[in-house]
């Protein structure tokens, strides 16, 4: 099925392709939503609050991008939204647990089965420094950045989903890196002393 007839069926308020739309978009949307909130929960429930946006203002969508870039482009507010209403919400709580389970993931796959408890802590820690210096970034290096390194979307396709052109995307993700480098090696120097 065709992009148009995928609008024109959301348009026309159609169950069965509404159905379709959410299923094969879903892991993208929550996909988009864990590089900001960095916990699938919040994401699950952001996804859930993206796919309804869609639904009701379909008829907004003009046509001048994809519409895998309007979805990214709401998913991105709806997910910076949420930061915005819950900064002081228990994000430590959730991110803790995101990392755990991604740190138990990547251990295993290194060492297999054989726990070595120094390897996993260092490397949670690493994750946490890294997740705080992302999340320590201006708003827009951040949102590029995430798209770039977590979504693996082109900077064409971030210009679009931010309304930027492709030398302000590239400008971005530079300044992005190169405050990520300061941060990061500040960290690692005063950590090697």
Not at 107 to 112: F, K, L, N, R, V
Not at 143 to 154: A, P, Q, R, S, T
Request: glycine letters at 4%; one cysteine or more; hydrophobic letters at 35%.
């Amino acid at each position: 099925m065709g992009e148009a007839e995928i609008i024109d069926g959301l348009i026309k308020r159609n169950e069965k392709i509404f159905r379709d739309f959410v299923d094969q978009y879903h892991q993208m949307v929550v996909n988009t939503c864990i590089g900001f909130v960095h916990s699938v929960e919040d994401a699950e429930d952001i996804a859930q609050e993206v796919f309804i946006e869609v639904y009701r203002s379909i008829q907004k969508f003009r046509g001048s991008s994809k519409l895998s870039t309007w979805l990214y482009r709401i998913a991105v507010n709806r997910s910076l939204n949420f930061l915005r209403d819950n900064r002081k919400h228990s994000w430590f709580r959730s991110f803790d647990e995101e990392i755990k389970t991604k740190i138990e993931k990547l251990h295993q796959t290194i060492t297999g089965n054989n726990d070595n408890p120094e390897f996993i802590l260092e490397n949670k820690q690493r994750s946490i420094v890294l997740h705080e210096a992302i999340n320590s970034l201006p708003e827009n290096q951040r949102v590029v950045f995430i798209l770039n390194k977590y979504e693996d979307l082109g900077n064409k396709e971030i210009a679009e989903v931010m309304n930027l052109s492709v030398s302000a995307v590239e400008s971005l993700i530079h300044r992005a890196k190169k405050n990520l480098q300061k941060k990061l090696y500040h960290y690692y120097k005063n950590k090697c002393i």
